[in-house]
């Protein structure tokens, strides 16, 4: 029997466990998903355990997706550019990484494209690869972070990428958003919003790829507002779903993975106020 697992540190949280062994169980595969939680020291048995010959691959997650990309052999141009990877997936010519962050979060994005405005919260690995998958979608962008030195060294990154991004600093926005036709939230805000919702404009389309098992309080501001949502169980479903083509699946099995999110959670994985496809 071979072995999938996630790699990651405090992730008992993690859904990708149920997800993918539903699809293993449903497809007749004679695989099984498992957990690595491991710290930065112990991250070197793992490597040694990607090399074994045993794993079929392996989903990384924080705070370990910037070691994913370094320690592979083979990388694509989206981790690359934006130096992290969330899959590692053993060849014979070495362990090729992948973000399918990035593509996942483009499938859903695309459907609602182009935008005038976007804003992202934050700066890190899932923010970058949030911003790759809007290339050629929007031409203007805003990129708030707490700390505002990270902010700007994405703008400078993506200077020639967009036709217009800027850095502002987190105390600066509420004010932003009112002009937006897309929000991305890549901060990990899960008790409170990171926005003061009432100041979205009303025909705003907000992406949130923080996920729990239930919704956030973000998450259920907007849902009561009535405002089109793509949340974080549509980001954890559209990131499956494009492993399954490196992964040597049928790509149209994408909706195995979506059911076995559903029946963990109880929940619809949707986008825009439809279910996801």
Do not use: C
């Amino acid at each position: 029997m071979r072995t999938m697992f996630l790699i990651g540190h405090r992730i008992t949280h993690s859904l990708s466990p149920a997800m993918w062994n539903h699809f293993f169980e449903s497809t007749g595969r004679d695989i099984t998903y498992g957990v690595r939680d491991v710290d930065e020291d112990g991250l070197e048995a793992v490597h040694v355990e990607l090399r074994s010959g045993s794993v079929l691959a392996a989903n990384v997650t924080m705070p370990h997706k910037a070691w994913a990309a370094k320690v592979a052999d083979q990388r694509t141009f989206a981790v690359a550019t934006i130096g992290v990877a969330n899959l590692l997936l053993p060849q014979d010519d070495g362990i090729h990484a992948f973000n399918t962050d990035e593509i996942g979060a483009r499938a859903t994005l695309a459907t609602r494209a182009p935008y005038d405005r976007v804003v992202v919260l934050g700066a890190g690995g899932t923010a970058l690869a949030i911003l790759e998958a809007l290339i050629g979608l929007t031409t203007t962008v805003a990129v708030v972070n707490r700390t505002y030195s990270h902010a700007s060294e994405v703008a400078a990154r993506y200077s020639e990428r967009f036709e217009s991004i800027t850095a502002h600093h987190w105390a600066d926005r509420d004010d932003l958003t009112p002009d937006a036709d897309l929000v991305v939230s890549a901060v990990p805000a899960v008790d409170e919003s990171p926005l003061d919702v009432r100041r979205l404009n009303p025909g705003v389309l907000v992406y949130d790829a923080v996920y729990r098992r239930e919704p956030t309080a973000f998450q259920r501001e907007l849902t009561d507002r009535g405002m089109f949502v793509a949340d974080g169980l549509t980001h954890l479903g559209s990131q499956a779903v494009a492993m399954l083509e490196p992964l040597g699946f049928d790509p149209s099995q994408g909706s195995i993975l979506i059911d076995g999110l559903e029946a963990e959670t109880g929940r619809t994985v949707s986008a825009w106020g439809a279910r996801l496809a």
